[in-house]
C-alpha cells in the first residue's frame, strides 16, 4: 500500500514558465496582510477591525487578550515572552441568540477569522434575547445553556505546560470532553429544534467553550508531529483539530507560521486539509496533488467574482516549504459510509512538498498545484480507507476471508470472518442469535407501560413517558448518538404506540456496522468494523443467555471455562465519559454508576452474537450501558455496547471484563481464577476476570 507511485500525477500546462513561481520573494511581511481599515470589507464586527464573531468567545485565531496592544501576528508561535499564551480575560458565556451561528464558507482563503457580521445591534438583540430566555427559565422552558443559577463553575485542571505540550492522554482527555459537551449541546437545540425548526451547530459552539475553558492542548504552534496525536486518527469536527493543535484554522486548508531565527522570514505549511473543496486528487495512497486557495474557491456564492490564485499566506508558505523540505501534516477528508452527508478527517502523517506549478481550473482562472509525496515509513491510514472502499465495491476481496457472513443473515449488515493469522478456517460451534433469552422469569421490575406517542418520539415532548424515564431529556441526539452514560436507560418497547423508526429504540435495530470477526496473533478471535465509528455510537448488545448466580457458581465449581461470561456483578474501572455540567454552567445531574435492578449474568458460549467476540483491555475503545424496556408485557434489561470514543476502521474493538471481587487474594485457579491479560496497554493491571 505504500508504494511510490506518481501515476496520478498532472504534469504542469505546455510551455509554462514555473520560474514565476519558484523564483518569487516571500511578502515582506510575516503575517497575512490584512487591508487598512478604510479599505477593510464590509465585515465591521470581525478582527482585526473588530470585535470577535457575536457568540463566540476570542480563542486564537479570533484574537489576543486585551492586555496585548499590538495587532496579533497570525503565523507566530502562540507564545508570551514569559510563556505560553495566555487565556482570554473576559469570561465566556456560550451563544444562546438565534442568530448566526454557522461559520461559512471562507471568503478570502486565510481561514484564521470567519467572515461572521456581527454588529453592535445585533449583540444588543442578544442581550434581549437572552434575558427573555433566563425570564422563561423559571417557568420551567428555559436555555441550558444560560447560567440557571446553580453556581457550577467549571475550572480545567490542565496546566499552562500541558495546553502548551500535550500528548497521547491529554489529547483524549480533550477530545472526550469536546464531544460530550458538543452532545449535550447538540441535545439541548434538538429539543428547541422540534419547536422551532431551527438547527444549530453544536460543534462551532463547543469548540469555543473549550477553547476558552482552557481544555486544549498542543498550543505550541510546531512543525511536523503533534505530541498525542496518531497517525491514522480520525476527527469528525475541524473544531477537534484545533483543540488538539493538529490544524489551527476552523476553514482553510491551510496552517502555516513564519521562521523563527537567523532572520528567517519564509513562511513555512504546517498542515494541509484535502477536503474535496478544490480540484484535489487522492487517488495514491502516498501521492496527493493539492490545489492552492484563494481565488477562485468552491464558494456557494455563484455571483462571486473569479479570480487567479495569489503567491500569499497559504499558498506562499506551501511554495516556501517546497524550498525548505519541511514536513508538513496531511488531513484527508473522506466521505462516511454510515451516514453520506458527513465528512470525516483522517491524519495521514507527513509529507514533503515535491513540485509545485499553475494550471488553468475548471471555472477558468489560474490555480496553484502542489505535488506531496508521503514520508516513508510511516503505518497507513488513507491507504485502509481506500482498501475498505475496494473491498465494499467488490473491486478486490478481502485478503483471509472465510465467511461472508457468519450470521446467515440475522444481522442487517453482513459480519465477515477472515484469518490472516494461520489456516484456522472455522469457529467453535454456536448459535447465533441477536439479543438476550431469558430461560426463567427474571422480570424483578415493574411491568412498563410505554409512551402515548403516536409517531416517532420527538425530543423536547413533555408528554412522552419514555422521555421522562430519562430524565426529561432524550437519550440520543437526532442522529442516534447516545448523550452520556445512565444509571438506566430507558428506550421504548413493543407496547409503545411509537413507530418501529423510533430514535428511542437505537440498540433494538440490530448491527448496523460492517463488521468483521478477525484472527488475533496472541487472543484468539477478535471484532473490528470496516466503518469509522463515532464517540457515542451504538455497536451491539452483548446477546446470550441469562443465567443465575446458582447456575453461575455450578460452572465454576464444576470447573467449567466458560470464557463468554457477561457478569454485571464483576468489580469494573469507574471512568468519567459524559459532559462536565460547569463547562455550560449546570448543575451535575446523572451520577455515572450503573444501578441495575438486578444482577445480569449472560453467557454467550452456547448462543450469542458478534458482541461475544469482543475482547478485553484495560484501556478499552468501548463501554457498555444497561438499556430497559419492554418485551412480552414485561421490562428486562439488556447490555449495549457503545464507542468511548472516535474509532478509526479496522482498529480492534475491546472493552474492561473487569474483575471477579473475590478475586482479591490473586488465585489463579478455581473459582477465582484470573487471566492474564495480553491487551497491552500501559494501563494494563496484567489480569482480569
Same mark, same amino acid.
Given at each position: ?23 518569487? *520573494? ?13 479599505? %477593510? ?28 496592544? %499590538? ?112 452532545? *449535550? ?98 487517488? %495514491? ?32 508558505? #506551501? ?53 506531496? /509525496? ?6 497507513? %491510514? ?23 457472513? #457468519? ?74 448518538? /447516545? ?44 471484532? *473490528? ?53 460547569? /463547562? ?106
Amino acid at each position: 500500500m505504500e508504494g511510490g507511485s506518481s501515476q496520478n500525477f498532472v504534469p504542469p500546462s505546455a510551455g509554462f514558465d514555473k520560474s514565476r513561481v519558484l523564483d518569487v *520573494r516571500p511578502l515582506r511581511s510575516l503575517m497575512p496582510v490584512f487591508p487598512a481599515a478604510s479599505q %477593510a470589507p464590509s465585515f465591521p464586527g470581525m478582527p482585526p477591525f473588530g470585535n470577535t464573531p457575536n457568540g463566540f468567545p476570542p480563542f486564537y485565531p479570533f484574537g489576543l487578550p486585551s492586555s496585548y496592544q %499590538a495587532s496579533p501576528d497570525l503565523n507566530s508561535e502562540m507564545r508570551t515572552p514569559t510563556g505560553p499564551m495566555p487565556a482570554p480575560i473576559r469570561s465566556y458565556r456560550a451563544p444562546t441568540s438565534s442568530g448566526a451561528d454557522d461559520f461559512p464558507e471562507d471568503s478570502n482563503g486565510d481561514g484564521y477569522f470567519d467572515p461572521h457580521v456581527g454588529s453592535s445591534s445585533s449583540r444588543k438583540k442578544t442581550t434581549k434575547a437572552s434575558s427573555s430566555r433566563k425570564k422563561t427559565k423559571k417557568n420551567g422552558d428555559g436555555d441550558s445553556l444560560t447560567n440557571n443559577g446553580s453556581g457550577v463553575t467549571f475550572v480545567s485542571a490542565m496546566s499552562s505546560f500541558q495546553i502548551e505540550d500535550g500528548n497521547r492522554e491529554l489529547v483524549n482527555y480533550v477530545l472526550m470532553n469536546f464531544d460530550a459537551l458538543r452532545r *449535550r449541546i447538540c441535545q439541548i437545540e434538538d429539543n428547541k429544534e422540534s419547536k422551532t425548526g431551527v438547527i444549530k451547530r453544536a460543534d462551532l459552539k463547543a469548540g469555543g467553550i473549550v477553547m476558552s475553558k482552557k481544555v486544549r492542548t498542543n498550543m505550541r504552534r510546531r512543525v511536523g508531529v503533534i505530541p498525542g496525536v496518531e497517525i491514522g486518527d480520525i476527527f469528525f469536527f475541524r473544531m477537534e483539530m484545533c483543540a488538539v493543535g493538529l490544524h489551527a484554522p476552523s476553514m482553510a486548508g491551510i496552517d502555516y507560521m513564519t521562521g523563527n531565527g537567523d532572520g528567517d522570514k519564509d513562511p513555512v505549511a504546517l498542515s494541509i486539509v484535502s477536503s474535496g473543496g478544490y480540484d484535489d486528487e487522492a487517488e %495514491a495512497s502516498d501521492v496527493l496533488i493539492y490545489s492552492g486557495q484563494g481565488g477562485n474557491s468552491n464558494s456557494k456564492d455563484k455571483d462571486r467574482e473569479v479570480a487567479d490564485q495569489k503567491l500569499e499566506r497559504g499558498n506562499l508558505a #506551501l511554495q516556501r516549504s517546497l524550498h525548505h523540505g519541511n514536513e508538513v501534516r496531511v488531513i484527508r477528508g473522506v466521505k462516511d459510509d454510515v451516514s453520506s452527508t458527513i465528512k470525516i478527517y483522517v491524519y495521514d502523517g507527513l509529507y514533503k512538498v515535491h513540485e509545485s506549478w499553475t494550471e488553468r481550473g475548471k471555472a477558468g482562472c489560474n490555480i496553484f498545484k502542489y505535488k506531496l /509525496l508521503r514520508v516513508p515509513g510511516q503505518p497507513p %491510514a488513507f491507504a485502509v480507507w481506500q482498501a475498505i472502499r475496494k473491498w465494499k465495491d467488490g473491486f478486490s476481496s478481502r485478503a483471509g476471508l472465510v465467511l461472508q457472513d #457468519l450470521t446467515s443473515g440475522t444481522e442487517p449488515v453482513p459480519v465477515s470472518l477472515v484469518n490472516e493469522v494461520d489456516n484456522e478456517k472455522a469457529l467453535v460451534s454456536f448459535t447465533y442469535f441477536p439479543t438476550l433469552k431469558y430461560t426463567k422469569s427474571f422480570s424483578l421490575m415493574p411491568p412498563s407501560f410505554g409512551c402515548n406517542c403516536r409517531s416517532a418520539c420527538q425530543p423536547g415532548d413533555t408528554n412522552c413517558s419514555c422521555i421522562q424515564k430519562n430524565g426529561g431529556d432524550f437519550p440520543y441526539t437526532s442522529n442516534g448518538i /447516545l448523550v452520556s452514560r445512565k444509571q438506566l436507560l430507558h428506550e421504548c418497547g413493543p407496547t409503545c404506540p411509537c413507530t418501529p423508526n423510533c430514535k428511542n429504540r437505537v440498540s433494538q435495530t440490530g448491527v448496523k456496522l460492517r463488521l468483521e470477526v478477525f484472527k488475533t496473533k496472541d487472543r484468539g478471535w477478535g471484532l *473490528r468494523s470496516w466503518d469509522s465509528i463515532r464517540a457515542g455510537a451504538f455497536i451491539c448488545e452483548y446477546a446470550g443467555e441469562v443465567i443465575d448466580e446458582a447456575k453461575l457458581k455450578q460452572k465454576e465449581d464444576g470447573g467449567e471455562n466458560d470464557e463468554y461470561i457477561f457478569d454485571t456483578g464483576r468489580d469494573y474501572e469507574s471512568f468519567k465519559w459524559s459532559y462536565e455540567p460547569g /463547562l455550560i454552567e449546570e448543575s451535575p445531574n446523572d451520577v455515572e454508576d450503573y444501578n441495575i435492578p438486578y444482577r445480569l449474568i449472560i453467557s454467550a458460549k452456547n448462543v450469542g452474537n458478534v458482541g461475544r467476540f469482543i475482547n478485553h483491555s484495560c484501556s478499552p475503545n468501548v463501554f457498555w450501558q444497561p438499556v430497559v424496556y419492554e418485551h412480552n408485557n414485561q421490562s428486562f434489561v439488556h447490555i449495549a455496547f457503545y464507542a468511548i470514543g472516535h474509532i478509526p476502521p479496522m482498529t480492534e474493538l475491546t472493552y474492561d471484563y473487569g474483575s471477579s471481587s473475590s478475586n482479591e487474594a490473586g488465585s489463579n485457579s478455581g473459582p477465582n481464577r484470573k487471566n492474564k491479560c495480553l491487551c497491552g496497554s500501559s494501563k494494563c493491571r496484567g489480569y482480569f476476570g
